[in-house]
């Protein structure tokens, strides 16, 4: 449940042009080669159970670029998507094709905020409820954060799938699907697989689904 608003400053979205300047250029990033995957060529499933260990359970930093569609029963969405994550916070700016900011969604430790275009800003103690409720589909940004580096989040049990070269398929997890696409493609074989990004990823939960297009990866 959102439990209130207030207005943001003004000129909160004046660097709109920066943002527009960086996704205009999108479309020549989306020709990087990839690595598409069979999903139906499942080779193993494991079942992961919660970490103990703090530290284990902390994604690691990045910042992306990238472009997302989303589909159910009541609404289509497309557009880019700029995310910070860090140990601490994530800043998430959701944009119209042409780089119109739709929504900016801030998770710190005391909650999370969504800023939306009219400049109003509300406030809820998950991601989830917030955009379910402002957005009309539900952002799982707490296990997006790990399923977009293509690991399981280790804060509740997983079930996931690899294929014969030990690449994740698909993970099924507080009650999503995510399903892998395609994965960056390296040319040298003695890169670590374990590294590799994906570059399309797929949430799927009760007639909602998310694509995510990885445009520009950078570790932070």
């Known amino acids: 449940m959102v439990r209130y608003f ?22 020549l990033l989306a020709g990087c080669a990839g690595l598409t995957i069979q999903t139906d060529q499942v080779a193993r499933t494991e079942v992961f159970e919660p970490a103990t260990d703090r530290v284990t359970a902390m994604a690691d930093g990045f910042e992306l ?8 029963e009541q ?3 497309s557009g ?5 994550h860090t140990s601490v916070e994530d800043t998430l700016m959701l944009l119209s094709p042409l780089g119109q900011a739709v929504a900016e969604i801030v998770r710190k430790r005391s909650g999370v905020t969504l800023t939306t275009s009219k400049q109003e800003t ?17 952002l799982p940004l707490n296990g997006l954060r790990y399923w977009v580096q293509g690991v399981h989040s280790p804060l509740s049990r997983a079930t ?32 670590n697989r374990q590294m590799v990004r994906p570059r399309i990823v797929e949430l799927h939960i009760e007639g909602l689904m998310i694509r995510l297009v990885v445009d520009n990866w950078t570790e932070i």
């Open 160 to 191: 996931v799938d690899f294929d014969s070269e030990d690449r994740i398929i698909a993970i099924r997890q507080d009650g999503w699907e995510i399903i892998y696409r395609q994965y960056y493609q390296h040319d040298d074989e003695s890169f």
């Open 75 to 77: 609404q289509r969405f």
């Open 65 to 72: 670029l990238g472009r997302v569609a989303v589909r159910n």
């Open 6 to 27: 207030f207005f943001g400053t003004p000129g909160q979205y004046s660097g709109n042009g920066r943002w527009w300047a960086l996704f205009i250029c999108l479309p």
């Open 122 to 138: 509300f406030y809820a103690d998950n991601v989830e409820d917030l955009t379910a409720e402002l957005l009309g589909w539900r």
């Open 80 to 84: 880019n998507v700029h995310w910070q």
